[in-house]
């Protein structure tokens, strides 16, 4: 049974940092590229951050270039997004995301609050 279990989410002032983590099962984690999304209130799903498979590259959305650090732990099945100087704008839940091909798998979310 394929899981993404999201974890580390909560509420953080505005400047603080979150550190978020999703731990894979029931799928070979390591050959597939992982993704956070996130999506705020009345917004659509947002690709935040993108790692390949062995975690050589990696992508971000403007909107958290410079803030945010996506990295994976291959061997404990992990992926993690780093959120540093947050902002009220980053509040959503935020959604981890595996993808080969036509496999699409998602977790179920965390929120993230950023208060002003």
């Known amino acids: 049974q394929v899981q993404l279990v999201e974890s580390g989410g909560g509420l953080v002032q505005g400047g603080g940092s979150l550190r978020l983590s999703c731990a894979a099962s029931?799928?070979?984690?390591?050959?597939?590229?992982m993704n956070w999304h996130r999506q705020a209130p009345g917004k659509e799903r947002e690709l935040v951050a993108t790692?390949?498979?062995?975690?050589?590259?990696?992508n971000y959305a403007d909107s958290v270039k410079g803030r945010f650090t996506i990295s994976r732990d291959n061997a404990k099945n992990t992926v993690y997004l780093e959120m540093n100087s947050l902002k009220p704008e980053d509040t959503a839940v935020y959604y981890c995301?595996?993808?080969?091909?036509?496999?699409?798998?998602w977790g179920q979310g965390t929120q993230v609050t950023v208060s002003s």
């Open positions: 995301n595996a993808k080969r091909g036509f496999f699409d798998y």
């Open positions: 029931g799928f070979t984690f390591s050959i597939y590229s």
């Open positions: 790692i390949t498979s062995t975690g050589r590259s990696t």
